[in-house]
């Protein structure tokens, strides 16, 4: 069985977490640009940040033959810092045109004031002028509110929203999404928030339309194989192979696909050395090359 | 014909014709701009989406006339290369601070393309230090890039920046065979850092890179290296074989002991292309 994580925050995780991670069938992952847990006090912490997300992270997960990918966006807590935030959006043009990048994201609301609306806005301009699909993340305190200003900020731009995933969502809020035509992203942890067994149990009750799974696992307590161990659970509860490889493997590859820079063939094939993908194998331990005398 | 119209034919030749369109289109906004750096930014972004990674094929020839045929490049990078050429010829900045910025917004395609087109871009070596400096670079397309059928290092690298080069070459498993011009940059530091790097792998019961004698003046060496020389040309692996007896070739005197391995195994080889080696030498030699 194939997986794909379309959230995980693979920059605090370990090379033993990628390891585990390829031996569970997780072919491919999305990370989300976020904060780093403590908060950015120079515009060059993000241009570090985002060139690791689109060079050193993906070289790690290709040394497991898992495909890295990522989203770039201002994140809504550190979007408080108004001034640097600001800064932050002025380059952020430049990364959104990059290869590997799938969406504007993960963009949204922390505490939802008047510097995460500017952002927001910001940032969902983009998304259109880069023709890219927008991922936000609902906050953990006040979801529902949250979520409800959110979906108002989605169809105020007039954006489509099958181009939106609203991540993070839970049984609350969950329903206050189906009606308007976004992908609908749920993240599973150990402790807290949305587990296997309750995840299953919104699959049942709402279908496999447009649903989404990821672990979200960062340098938190999180589990990085929670995208397999909710394809355990869906199986043990009566749900298909094609039903599984559909919720964990394709719907998160088709809502990326929008951006025109993944596709579901890529992720499927098998393993290739990335270096010997494009650089003639003579060039690399391969054949002898002829040595002029 | 100069390079930029080299590489732009034969891009508009070897490409799909809607890529060409884009390149094109975009070509012209570089060129007439009044921000030209903006314009290549997004466009060198985005080349790789719009011209893929399928093979590419252009014969070069340098101001000397010497001509080398690129088939390492894919239309991806060649693209890239030509993007660059365009944003340096209409450019107010100096060069070396154009590529610097170039080179940190490149992601990592980017950056390797600006890498194997860099003796096209900067034929003077102005940005020989910071080319250097690539070098420290843990990824193996970064160093294949500047590395690998590419000759600028051995036009334009300091000694030290060229044998660290080599020896990181030699480490990663990479064919030093691919450094254009080494044999003319073999010194004696380069000899001995690799006849110690020999010392080292066999000490450790491991193997050695067969191509590690291209970078090695015999001339440089004790007498402790000919054993290990000596076991390779006759060793079962045909390829390492091969380099050491190419190797030879390059030599400007073979220590006799070397030279009696070469008429022993003469007489054995059974590998054409080897065979062929070995006569070279005995008939240069005058053995």
Same mark, same amino acid.
């Given at each position: 069985?194939?997986?794909?994580?379309?959230? +995980?925050?693979?920059?605090? $995780? #370990?090379? /033993?977490?990628?390891?585990?991670?390829?031996? &569970?069938?997780?072919?491919?992952? =999305?990370?989300?640009?976020?904060?780093?847990?403590?908060?950015?006090?120079?515009?060059?912490?993000?241009?570090?940040?985002?060139?690791?997300?689109?060079?050193?992270?993906?070289?790690?997960?290709?040394?497991?033959?898992?495909?890295?990918?990522?989203?770039?966006?201002?994140?809504?807590?550190?979007?408080?810092?108004?001034?640097?935030?600001?800064?932050?959006?002025?380059?952020?043009?430049?990364?959104?045109?990059?290869?590997?990048?799938?969406?504007?994201?993960?963009?949204?609301?922390?505490?939802?004031?008047?510097?995460?609306?500017?952002?927001?806005?910001?940032?969902?301009?983009?998304?259109?002028?880069?023709?890219?699909?927008?991922?936000?993340?609902?906050?953990?305190?006040?979801? +529902?509110?949250?979520?409800? $200003? #959110?979906? /108002?900020?989605?169809?105020?731009?007039?954006? &489509?929203?099958?181009?939106?995933? =609203?991540?993070?969502?839970?049984?609350?809020?969950?329903?206050?999404?189906?009606?308007?035509?976004?992908?609908?992203?749920?993240?599973?942890?150990?402790?807290?928030?949305?587990?296997?067994?309750?995840?299953?149990?919104?699959?049942?009750?709402?279908?496999?339309?447009?649903?989404?799974?990821?672990?979200?696992?960062?340098?938190?307590?999180?589990?990085?194989?929670?995208?397999?161990?909710?394809?355990?659970?869906?199986?043990?509860?009566?749900?298909?192979?094609?039903?599984?490889?559909?919720?964990?493997?394709?719907?998160?590859?088709?809502?990326?696909?929008?951006?025109?820079?993944?596709?579901?063939?890529?992720?499927?094939?098998?393993?290739?050395?990335?270096?010997?993908?494009?650089?003639?194998?003579?060039?690399? $331990?391969?054949?002898?090359?002829?040595?002029?005398? | 014909?100069?390079?930029?119209?080299?590489?732009?034919?034969?891009?508009?030749?070897?490409?799909?014709?809607?890529?060409?369109?884009?390149?094109?289109?975009?070509?012209?906004?570089?060129?007439?701009?009044?921000?030209?750096?903006?314009?290549?930014?997004?466009?060198?972004?985005?080349?790789?989406?719009?011209?893929?990674?399928?093979?590419?094929?252009?014969?070069?020839?340098?101001?000397?006339?010497?001509?080398?045929?690129?088939?390492?490049?894919?239309?991806?990078?060649?693209?890239?290369?030509?993007?660059?050429?365009?944003?340096?010829?209409?450019?107010?900045?100096?060069?070396?601070?154009?590529?610097?910025?170039?080179?940190?917004?490149?992601?990592?395609?980017?950056?390797?393309?600006?890498?194997?087109?860099?003796?096209?871009?900067?034929?003077?070596?102005?940005?020989?230090?910071?080319?250097?400096?690539?070098?420290?670079?843990?990824?193996?397309?970064?160093?294949?890039?500047?590395?690998?059928?590419?000759?600028?290092?051995?036009?334009?690298?300091?000694?030290?920046?060229?044998?660290?080069?080599?020896?990181?070459?030699?480490?990663?498993?990479?064919?030093?065979?691919?450094?254009?011009?080494?044999?003319?940059?073999?010194?004696?530091?380069?000899?001995?850092?690799?006849?110690?790097?020999?010392?080292?792998?066999?000490?450790?019961?491991?193997?050695?890179?067969?191509?590690?004698?291209?970078?090695?003046?015999?001339?440089?060496?004790?007498?402790?290296?000919?054993?290990?020389?000596?076991?390779?040309?006759?060793?079962?692996?045909?390829?390492?074989?091969?380099?050491?007896?190419?190797?030879?070739?390059?030599?400007?005197?073979?220590?006799?002991?070397?030279?009696?391995?070469?008429?022993?195994?003469?007489?054995?080889?059974?590998?054409?292309?080897?065979?062929?080696?070995?006569?070279?030498?005995?008939?240069?030699?005058?053995?």
């Amino acid at each position: 069985m194939k997986y794909f994580d379309p959230h +995980v925050h693979m920059v605090s $995780r #370990t090379t /033993d977490d990628y390891e585990n991670m390829a031996a &569970a069938g997780i072919r491919g992952v =999305v990370e989300p640009a976020f904060w780093q847990g403590q908060p950015r006090t120079s515009l060059g912490s993000y241009i570090d940040y985002f060139d690791l997300l689109l060079g050193w992270e993906p070289f790690r997960a290709s040394q497991f033959g898992v495909l890295h990918y990522c989203t770039m966006g201002m994140n809504p807590k550190e979007a408080n810092n108004r001034k640097l935030a600001r800064e932050v959006l002025d380059i952020l043009p430049r990364y959104l045109a990059k290869d590997g990048v799938l969406a504007v994201g993960e963009i949204g609301y922390d505490d939802i004031t008047p510097e995460e609306d500017e952002a927001l806005l910001a940032q969902m301009a983009m998304a259109s002028d880069f023709d890219l699909p927008i991922l936000i993340h609902t906050p953990h305190r006040d979801k +529902v509110g949250g979520t409800k $200003r #959110t979906l /108002d900020m989605i169809r105020d731009a007039g954006t &489509a929203p099958e181009m939106v995933l =609203v991540d993070h969502l839970n049984e609350l809020t969950l329903p206050l999404v189906l009606d308007s035509g976004v992908w609908r992203g749920h993240s599973i942890y150990p402790k807290t928030k949305m587990s296997e067994s309750r995840m299953v149990e919104l699959l049942k009750q709402y279908g496999t339309e447009r649903m989404v799974v990821n672990s979200a696992a960062d340098w938190g307590q999180s589990d990085p194989l929670k995208v397999p161990k909710v394809g355990q659970a869906m199986l043990e509860s009566g749900f298909s192979e094609a039903e599984v490889r559909k919720v964990l493997f394709e719907n998160p590859i088709e809502f990326y696909a929008q951006s025109g820079r993944i596709t579901l063939a890529e992720v499927e094939r098998p393993e290739i050395d990335q270096t010997q993908q494009w650089m003639n194998n003579s060039v690399l $331990r391969g054949q002898a090359p002829i040595v002029e005398g | 014909m100069d390079h930029y119209t080299t590489l732009h034919s034969a891009l508009l030749q070897q490409c799909p014709e809607s890529s060409a369109q884009w390149l094109d289109q975009v070509l012209k906004s570089i060129e007439s701009t009044s921000d030209p750096s903006a314009g290549h930014q997004i466009a060198s972004a985005m080349a790789r989406r719009k011209l893929g990674d399928g093979p590419f094929n252009v014969t070069l020839v340098s101001a000397e006339g010497v001509s080398s045929e690129i088939s390492h490049w894919l239309c991806s990078d060649a693209a890239r290369i030509l993007l660059a050429l365009a944003l340096v010829s209409v450019t107010e900045q100096a060069l070396p601070s154009l590529l610097s910025e170039l080179y940190a917004h490149g992601d990592e395609r980017e950056r390797a393309a600006l890498l194997m087109g860099m003796s096209l871009l900067d034929q003077n070596g102005q940005w020989s230090t910071e080319a250097e400096d690539c070098c420290r670079t843990n990824s193996l397309i970064l160093l294949a890039a500047i590395g690998m059928n590419n000759p600028y290092p051995a036009r334009h690298f300091a000694s030290r920046a060229f044998n660290q080069l080599a020896l990181k070459s030699l480490f990663l498993g990479l064919n030093i065979a691919n450094i254009q011009g080494l044999r003319g940059r073999r010194n004696s530091e380069l000899s001995m850092m690799c006849a110690g790097f020999i010392d080292e792998r066999v000490a450790a019961g491991r193997d050695y890179p067969i191509s590690i004698w291209l970078a090695i003046r015999m001339s440089d060496c004790t007498p402790d290296t000919y054993p290990y020389m000596a076991a390779c040309l006759v060793s079962d692996d045909a390829n390492r074989r091969y380099y050491a007896a190419a190797s030879l070739l390059q030599q400007e005197s073979i220590p006799a002991a070397i030279r009696e391995k070469i008429h022993q195994q003469l007489e054995m080889e059974a590998d054409d292309r080897i065979r062929g080696v070995f006569q070279k030498l005995t008939e240069s030699e005058g053995m």
